[in-house]
């Protein structure tokens, strides 16, 4: 091997250190930042169910994993505001955010990050404050509510997606939202543990 | 009317609805992208089947380990409907499977059963 080659080698070795380093750290078993679509989603939850029967953990605690995961990467092909599709489209939505899920003593937890518009963030601010105060009775009583209610105007799903992974979750949901210095964006992040 | 088959994919449920002898079946785990794209030409197809009849016993056999939000209103409607045919002098047993480690997918079961009284309600642990 040259001199050069050799230095490539190990500049990529400390690259793999250092993100491998990051990932240890992070207790990250599984991470994706890129292009949300429906046949990603389906191909991440294959992987995620293969990694979840073997992780020891009780059906039910796999199931609600499963679901909030499911919910969140959801929740990003229909809004992201990274958006590859048009805004009203409701089928092949091609956008963009990002997943996390990792282990933290022996507990899963589930990170998803996404655009949003600036103009959307105080509604859902008022909405997630709302579930965060929420007992697990009260969620419950909520999620009965909205299955038998009319749906709103510009949700694509049922309304249920929050409640879903609000109920789902063994603490209290986590959320932030990022403003960006374009002003017209917020990065939204969204945890659940369980 | 004809019956209706609907192979599962990675999102989807198999729906296998043998109208001809009265049988409905939803199996696998359903998280389409669009649930009203997915379901809505079913429920259509189970309302024509419906429409008009009476006296009928018609099994409902639902397994399904997973549902996400959208689906479940999605099936909401389906039970209304097949609530509704009851009332029009029809006989549903909804023959509910779950896992019995999962208790998120009976208490849906027993939502369906108090909301929609007339369906004869058949939870049944998957051995």
């Given at each position: ?100 899920i990792g282990e933290s003593e022996g507990k899963f937890f589930i990170v998803c990050g996404n ?80 | ?127």
């Amino acid at each position: 091997m040259t001199e050069h080659t050799l230095r490539v080698n190990d500049m990529l070795q400390s690259e793999i250190n250092s993100f491998r380093e990051l990932e240890r750290k992070c207790n990250v078993i599984f991470y994706y930042s890129g292009l949300f679509s429906q046949n990603i989603v389906a191909a991440m939850a294959e992987a995620l169910k293969q990694r979840l029967a073997h992780s020891g953990n009780k059906a039910a605690t796999q199931r609600k994993v499963f679901s909030t995961f499911i919910e969140m990467a959801q929740n990003v092909i229909h809004y992201s505001a990274d958006t590859f599709s048009d805004v009203d489209q409701q089928d092949d939505e091609l956008r963009h955010g990002a997943v996390w899920i990792g282990e933290s003593e022996g507990k899963f937890f589930i990170v998803c990050g996404n655009p949003v518009a600036a103009s959307r963030a105080p509604r859902m601010r008022d909405r997630l404050n709302a579930l965060q105060s929420m007992s697990q009775e009260e969620i419950k009583a909520a999620y009965k509510t909205q299955l038998r209610s009319e749906n709103e105007a510009g949700s694509k799903g049922a309304g249920l997606g929050f409640l879903t992974v609000a109920r789902d979750a063994s603490e209290p949901i986590e959320f932030h939202f990022d403003e960006q210095p374009d002003g017209k964006t917020a990065m939204f992040y969204l945890k659940a543990k369980f | 009317m004809e019956n209706l088959y609907i192979p599962a994919t990675a999102s989807e449920p198999e729906v296998d609805f043998r109208f001809d002898t009265h049988s409905l079946t939803l199996k696998g785990e359903s998280f389409p992208e669009n649930a009203a794209a997915f379901y809505v030409p079913v429920i259509a197809a189970v309302e024509s089947y419906l429409a008009g009849r009476s006296d009928t016993t018609i099994q409902v056999n639902v397994t399904l380990a997973y549902f996400n939000s959208s689906s479940t209103k999605m099936l909401f409607s389906l039970f209304e409907i097949l609530n509704n045919a009851v009332l029009s002098g029809n006989i549903v047993v909804l023959n509910w499977f779950y896992d019995e480690d999962d208790d998120t997918i009976l208490e849906f079961g027993q939502e369906i059963a108090d909301d929609f009284a007339a369906l004869e309600f058949r939870p049944q642990a998957l051995v």
